[in-house]
């Protein structure tokens, strides 16, 4: 079984306003995203990490800190959760 982990990249307002129950807030700062880098590492085998944001940006951005820091199994949604609707047929 994969574990999926999907911190929702974006500022306390947006998160407030609306987000999925199983995410996860973290600040789109890159001080912040870091910092979530070493219990990202200590997720056990066969964890699949996807950073979300609104339009996919901020997320895309974690992507990267993440990729550098040689977190394992990053990918992002793409559109980015904004999206979702549209992609999931309304």
Same mark, same amino acid.
């Given at each position: 079984? &994969? !574990?999926l982990v !999907? *911190? =929702?990249v974006c500022p306390e307002p947006e998160y407030e306003l609306l987000h *999925? &129950? /199983?995410s !996860?807030?973290?600040d %789109?700062? *890159?001080v912040a995203v870091d910092a979530l880098v070493p219990e990202l590492n200590d997720n056990p085998a066969r964890t699949v990490v996807a950073p979300m944001s609104g339009d996919e940006t901020a997320?895309? =951005?974690a992507w990267k800190v993440h990729v550098a820091d040689e977190v394992p199994d990053v990918c992002i949604h793409e559109d980015g959760i904004n =999206? /979702? %609707?549209e992609t999931l047929g309304g």
């Open positions: 079984m &994969v !574990r !999907r *911190p =929702e *999925p &129950v /199983w !996860r807030h973290v %789109p700062d *890159p997320a895309t =951005e =999206e /979702w %609707p």
